[in-house]
């Protein structure tokens, strides 16, 4: 059992920044893929991006490539996601998730938590 908290969540002016976490309990988080989903209100969960157990391959969707990096810090059980640039249309309720398969689909992660809201004001 894998359990996922984010943090770094917040409010924030168009071309700002922002760094997510999401610390991970467990023993074996290196061999699980981290990923990073979000929703807007009215809107599906859509695919952010990424990131293999050993840190590479690393995906993202394209509305955010360039702007947008993920890593991870095995040693501390912990994913990230860096957000420069962002506008307005990223607002939404960010979730990380884990699973074993690198996958762009939701339904292929086992784990995943809370959410952490991301505003951007224009």
């Known amino acids: 059992q894998v359990q996922l908290v984010e943090s770094g969540g917040g409010l924030v002016q168009a071309g700002g920044s922002l760094r997510l976490s999401c610390a991970a309990s467990?023993?074996?988080?290196?061999?699980?893929?981290m990923g990073w989903f979000r929703q807007a209100p009215g809107k599906e969960r859509e695919f952010v991006a990424t990131?293999?157990?050993?840190?590479?391959?690393?995906f993202y969707a394209d509305s955010v490539k360039g702007r947008f990096t993920i890593s991870r810090d095995n040693a501390k059980n912990t994913v990230y996601l860096q957000m420069n640039s962002l506008k307005p249309e990223d607002t939404a309720a960010y979730y990380c998730a884990g699973g074993r398969l690198n996958s762009q689909t939701s339904g292929a992660y086992n784990y995943w938590g809370q959410g952490t809201q991301v505003t951007v004001s224009s």
């Open positions: 467990g023993r074996t988080f290196s061999s699980y893929t």
């Open positions: 990131i293999s157990g050993t840190g590479l391959p690393k």
